[in-house]
C-alpha cells in the first residue's frame, strides 16, 4: 500500500481546492440571498376590505356550500397572499376576524368543537360556556362559545341552514370580557347568506 500525503491550508481545506469550496459556499448562499431579497422588495400583500363590500367564500374541498357576507364597518384589511376560497382572516386595529364556510356537516356542536381545540392549542386560550346561539338578523341557527386567554377574549360561533351547510365566525381581540361589544357575533351574522348543503 502506497501513502498518501494531504496537504491543508489554514483554512483546513486540501491546498488547490479552494475554488471548490467557494463555489459551494456561493451554491448554498446565493440562492437564499436571492429569495431572501426578494421577500423584504415584495412584503406582505395586505387587501383592504371598503365598507359594504361583499365578499364569498366557497366550501373545500367538496364545493357543496357558499357564504355571502359583509364585515361591519371600515378600515379592514386582510392579507391578499393568504386569500383562500373557503376561510379569511381580517384585521381591524387590534381586532381579529376569522370566517369559514364547511359543507357536510352533521353535527354543529362538533364542528365548534373541533374548530376551537386548534385555537386552543396554538395560543393558550381556552374556549367555555359552550351554548346554543341564534342569529335573528340571518335567522342562521348554531353554537357560540367564549375565548379567554390571558390578555384576549373573543368568541368562535357556528351556524348552519339545517342542509348541512355551516359557517364560523371567530372573533378575537385585546380585553378580559368575552361578552365584550367587539366580539358580539351578532354584527357580522346579520350579512350572513348561507346557501348549499
Given at each position: 500500500?502506497?501513502?498518501?500525503?494531504?496537504?491543508?491550508?489554514?483554512?483546513?481545506?486540501?491546498?488547490?481546492?479552494?475554488?471548490?469550496?467557494?463555489?459551494?459556499?456561493?451554491?448554498?448562499?446565493?440562492?437564499?440571498?436571492?429569495?431572501?431579497?426578494?421577500?423584504?422588495?415584495?412584503?406582505?400583500?395586505?387587501?383592504?376590505?371598503?365598507?359594504?363590500?361583499?365578499?364569498?367564500?366557497?366550501?373545500?374541498?367538496?364545493?357543496?356550500?357558499?357564504?355571502?357576507?359583509?364585515?361591519p364597518g371600515d378600515g379592514w384589511t386582510s392579507p391578499g397572499v393568504h386569500f383562500?376560497?373557503?376561510?379569511?382572516?381580517?384585521?381591524?386595529?387590534?381586532?381579529?376576524?376569522?370566517?369559514?364556510?364547511?359543507?357536510?356537516?352533521?353535527?354543529?356542536?362538533?364542528?365548534?368543537?373541533?374548530?376551537?381545540?386548534?385555537?386552543?392549542?396554538?395560543?393558550?386560550?381556552?374556549?367555555?360556556?359552550?351554548?346554543?346561539?341564534?342569529?335573528?338578523?340571518?335567522?342562521?341557527?348554531?353554537?357560540?362559545?367564549?375565548?379567554?386567554?390571558?390578555?384576549?377574549?373573543?368568541?368562535?360561533?357556528?351556524?348552519?341552514?339545517?342542509?348541512?351547510?355551516?359557517?364560523?365566525?371567530?372573533?378575537?381581540?385585546?380585553?378580559?370580557?368575552?361578552?365584550?361589544?367587539?366580539?358580539?357575533?351578532?354584527?357580522?351574522?346579520?350579512?350572513?347568506?348561507?346557501?348549499?348543503?
Amino acid at each position: 500500500m502506497g501513502e498518501v500525503t494531504i496537504r491543508l491550508n489554514r483554512l483546513g481545506l486540501e491546498r488547490g481546492r479552494m475554488w471548490q469550496a467557494v463555489l459551494a459556499a456561493l451554491a448554498i448562499a446565493l440562492p437564499m440571498g436571492v429569495w431572501l431579497g426578494l421577500e423584504r422588495a415584495l412584503g406582505d400583500s395586505v387587501q383592504s376590505i371598503t365598507d359594504g363590500e361583499t365578499l364569498y367564500l366557497q366550501s373545500y374541498p367538496v364545493a357543496g356550500a357558499g357564504l355571502k357576507f359583509e364585515l361591519p364597518g371600515d378600515g379592514w384589511t386582510s392579507p391578499g397572499v393568504h386569500f383562500a376560497d373557503q376561510r379569511q382572516n381580517f384585521t381591524r386595529d387590534h381586532l381579529t376576524a376569522s370566517v369559514e364556510v364547511d359543507s357536510g356537516v352533521d353535527s354543529l356542536e362538533r364542528l365548534l368543537q373541533r374548530r376551537a381545540e386548534p385555537i386552543v392549542a396554538q395560543n393558550g386560550y381556552t374556549y367555555t360556556d359552550l351554548r346554543e346561539y341564534t342569529d335573528t338578523g340571518s335567522g342562521l341557527t348554531g353554537y357560540r362559545a367564549d375565548i379567554i386567554g390571558i390578555d384576549t377574549a373573543g368568541s368562535i360561533t357556528v351556524v348552519g341552514n339545517d342542509k348541512g351547510a355551516a359557517a364560523i365566525l371567530v372573533l378575537l381581540a385585546p380585553g378580559a370580557d368575552p361578552r365584550a361589544e367587539q366580539v358580539d357575533p351578532a354584527p357580522y351574522l346579520a350579512s350572513f347568506r348561507l346557501e348549499g348543503e
